[in-house]
């Protein structure tokens, strides 16, 4: 999966996405479980969508992505803005060096970009090790639901002036994951011809179960888990899982 160019146009595709709800979700969450501490790492942070908004609501971030071009169209943002947040490229599976934190996420589904089950769990023992004692660990994930109903076998398509795009989706190689086809096709506007680039992207996920089994293991105190920005336990046709756990003060 290749990032090259998908990153410069990426904002532009998801102009749409709630951002603001995962914010809003995240500062209510922190209220109901007593965490006054600033200190956030955004984990798979893009092109710092989540970051900006977190730093302007007065969050000290740090951000992390695995591509390159992603962080270099997130730094630029950030300086436009006139925010400080340091970016670094790895991988959330082998992050290391970066401290402890309050608050650790990775949003917009972002942990189901992982293809293993150890990469999984290795992320959940690096997030574990970089969380302060008390500080809670949020990140969200396609349901199996939407993974299997409202991915796989589907055709999604966008015709714009700028920029198009054709969007299959199959299903994938291992249980409940799926491999999203795209080509993007972006207006040169000084030859006024369309450039054409393909992207692959897979994406997998787990019951709610494992994903609980896997958060207990490594040291948690699962707190919570809910789905589509509300507070309600997840139901058969519920999108979007998310799961809200805290290191134990003990640690």
């Known amino acids: 999966m290749s990032y090259e160019q998908f990153a410069y146009f990426y904002d532009e595709l998801m102009q749409d996405a709630p951002y603001d709800e995962w914010v809003r979700f995240v500062k209510e969450k922190l209220i109901e479980y007593h965490v006054e501490g600033k200190s956030l790492l955004d984990l798979a942070c893009g092109t710092g969508q989540l970051s900006i908004r977190f730093a302007k609501e ?12 992603m962080l270099a169209v997130a730094q630029a943002k950030s300086q436009e803005e006139g925010l400080l947040i340091p970016f670094f490229e790895q991988n959330m599976a082998d992050i290391e060096g970066h401290g402890q934190f309050d608050i650790i996420g990775i949003f917009c589904d972002s942990l189901n970009y992982l293809q293993s089950d150890r990469e999984v769990t290795d ?12 500080g809670l660990f949020f990140f969200d994930v396609h349901s199996i639901h939407k993974i299997s109903h409202g991915f796989i076998h589907q055709t999604f398509a966008q015709a714009e002036d700028r920029l198009s795009y054709i969007w299959n989706s199959f ?3 291992g249980p409940n994951s799926v491999e999203h086809e795209l080509s993007f096709f972006l207006l040169d506007e000084q030859t006024g011809k369309y450039d054409r680039f393909d992207e692959l992207h897979i994406q997998r996920t787990y019951s709610d179960k494992q994903y609980r089994d896997w958060l207990e293991e490594a040291g948690f105190d699962l707190l919570e888990v809910c789905a589509d920005f509300e507070n309600d336990a997840p139901k058969t046709d519920s999108e979007r899982i998310f799961f809200i756990a805290r290191k134990k003060p003990s640690y």
């Open 58 to 69: 007065g969050y000290d971030v740090t951000g992390v992505d695995l591509s390159s071009d």
């Open 171 to 173: 299903p994938g190689e």
């Open 123 to 134: 992320t959940f023992s690096n997030v574990f090790q970089h969380l302060k004692a008390g």
